[in-house]
């Protein structure tokens, strides 16, 4: 019954901001590093960001300075922080989670994807 759910994409013109919330949802325990992902259509999904539970972050270099990641461990939430926003920011994007829980009756480690959110950046 673990769900990740995403919301705060839409459409912004370049130079905008956005913030995208993924909120864990479940009989969790614990939940190690978080991220997020994009993909395009025809191209492979990469990493934007990753947070682990102690507060350390890695960020693609492309959106190094732009984009931060951060998460609320007590409501089981990650976010990101998109600002100055460029074109070649658009695409879906996939919150990820590496959760400890209760699920088929019994103690899981696993990944787990949120369903995706689009943001698109007019220029």
């Known amino acids: 019954q673990v769900q990740l759910v995403e919301s705060g994409g839409g459409l912004v013109q370049a130079g905008g901001s956005l913030r995208l919330s993924c909120a864990a949802s479940g009989r969790i325990f614990s939940i190690n590093a978080m991220g997020w992902y994009r993909q395009v259509p025809g191209k492979e999904r990469e990493l934007v960001a990753r947070i682990t539970s102690g507060g350390n972050t890695n960020y693609a270099d492309s959106v190094k300075g732009r984009f931060t990641i951060s998460r609320d461990n007590a409501k089981n939430t990650v976010y990101l922080q998109m600002n100055s926003l460029k074109p070649e920011d658009t695409a879906v994007y996939y919150c990820?989670?590496?959760?400890?829980?209760?699920?088929?009756?019994?103690?899981?480690?696993?990944?787990?994807w949120g369903q995706g959110t689009q943001v698109i950046v007019s220029s």
């Open positions: 990820n989670a590496d959760i400890l829980a209760f699920e088929f009756g019994l103690n899981s480690q696993q990944a787990y």
